[in-house]
């Protein structure tokens, strides 16, 4: 099972909206709405920021949002900040090996 | 506030057993939907899924490490447990537990602050 596709960075200035894809398969995004994103700052865990596709857990800004179209999966940070300089990760069910992960994505807040 | 944490040698030898346990506090392991996983990030890499358990025992795990990979669950310690066996360079990591949501959602919603795993003679 490979890991979906990311790219491998994205960057914006405060204030401005950038946009993370995630491009799995039939397999996988394509076919279930269980992809969820992770974000992860230096020398920290994982935390959860989007399930099913496009829902927030409780205390993550309305800022952060989620989207799928066809095989592709993504996450929009508005009114980016800095604090929101991260590595971004996405995952989804897969019928084949039941979770995969993306390849991750650096935020730059230039 | 649920709260998981790794326990483990840092150390391991090539060819030994890597072994790690999550304890599991604020909430209890036994309770029902939820399923509890372990995941690893070599150093400067991505996350990548070893496998999780449910705490009735029931156990899957991701096909790539199927062969080396055992997981355990003790409810009455309100634990569980990884063991990867013949350990090489490659499985250097920083492994982290998490509870896993699984069913019509699928998500980790909880982590630990992860244990990095060096394998080295």
């Known amino acids: 099972q490979s890991a979906l596709t990311q790219p491998p960075s994205v960057s914006g200035s405060p204030g401005q909206s950038v946009t993370i894809s995630c491009t799995g398969t039939?397999?996988?995004?394509?076919?279930?709405?269980?992809v969820s994103w992770y974000q992860q700052p230096p020398g920290t865990a994982p935390k959860l920021m989007i399930y099913?596709?496009?829902n927030r857990p409780s205390g993550v800004p309305d800022r952060f949002s989620g989207s799928k179209s066809g095989n592709t999966a993504s996450l929009t940070i508005s009114g980016l900040q800095t604090e929101d300089e991260a590595d971004y990760y996405c995952s989804s069910y897969t019928s084949t090996t039941i979770v995969v992960f993306g390849g991750g994505t650096k935020v730059t807040v230039l | 506030q649920l709260q998981l944490q790794e326990s483990g040698p840092g150390l391991v030898k090539p060819s030994e057993t890597l072994s790690l346990t999550c304890t599991v506090s604020g909430g209890s392991i036994s309770t029902p939907t939820y399923y509890w996983g372990w995941i690893r990030q070599p150093p400067g890499k991505g996350l990548e899924w070893i496998g999780g358990?449910?705490?009735?025992?029931?156990?899957y795990y991701n096909p790539s490490l199927k062969s080396r990979v055992t997981m355990s669950a003790d409810t009455s310690k309100n634990q569980f447990s990884l063991q990867l066996n013949s350990v090489t360079a490659a499985d250097t990591a920083v492994y982290y537990c998490?509870?896993?949501?699984?069913?019509?959602?699928?998500?980790?919603?909880?982590w630990g602050q992860g244990t990095l795993v060096t394998v080295s003679s």
């Open positions: 039939s397999s996988d995004v394509g076919s279930y709405n269980r």
């Open positions: 358990i449910y705490y009735s025992g029931s156990t």
């Open positions: 099913e596709v496009s």
């Open positions: 998490a509870r896993h949501r699984r069913g019509s959602s699928q998500n980790f919603d909880y």
